[in-house]
């Protein structure tokens, strides 16, 4: 067993610096119970994070059925400031696309992965 890393990841509403901790705390949590529950275990668990999803949110917009897949991507790919994208996907459509993904797409970026390296020995 080479390490594990353990990286948490928050969805993109509210502030960067809130979803940062988000992210950050959700991986040292999981670090934690695996420490705990695997004392015996000397391995180093290394933590990561990734305040705001954005990468994966991209992915399942394009790979989506959404009316204004187009426009999302738009922004996404051509908004670099994270606050100025968010601005300009709550006010398209009305903010139907916003609570759409607030409602749909979020939630399945807030989680935490875990990643086990080793080597196979035969």
């Given at each position: 067993?080479?390490g594990?890393?353990?990286?948490g990841?928050a969805?993109?509403?509210?502030?960067?610096?809130?979803?940062?901790?988000?992210?950050?705390?959700?991986?040292?949590?999981?670090?934690?119970?695996?420490?705990?529950?695997?004392?015996?275990?000397?391995?180093?668990?290394?933590?990561?994070?990734?305040?705001e999803?954005?990468?994966?949110?991209?992915?399942?917009?394009?790979?989506?059925?959404?009316?204004?897949?187009?426009?999302?991507?738009?922004?996404?790919?051509?908004?670099?400031?994270?606050?100025a994208?968010?601005?300009?996907?709550?006010?398209?459509?009305?903010?139907?696309v916003?609570?759409?993904?607030?409602?749909?797409?979020?939630?399945?970026?807030?989680?935490?992965?875990?990643?086990?390296?080793?080597?196979?020995?035969?």
């Amino acid at each position: 067993l080479l390490g594990i890393t353990v990286t948490g990841y928050a969805s993109p509403e509210g502030s960067y610096e809130m979803n940062e901790n988000l992210a950050h705390r959700r991986a040292q949590i999981l670090k934690t119970y695996l420490e705990q529950h695997s004392p015996d275990m000397y391995i180093e668990i290394r933590t990561a994070w990734v305040a705001e999803n954005w990468d994966e949110l991209e992915e399942m917009v394009a790979a989506s059925q959404l009316p204004e897949r187009e426009g999302i991507l738009e922004i996404i790919r051509n908004t670099a400031a994270p606050e100025a994208r968010k601005a300009k996907l709550k006010s398209l459509a009305d903010g139907r696309v916003w609570a759409t993904l607030l409602k749909e797409y979020f939630p399945k970026l807030r989680r935490v992965s875990c990643r086990i390296d080793y080597l196979k020995t035969e």
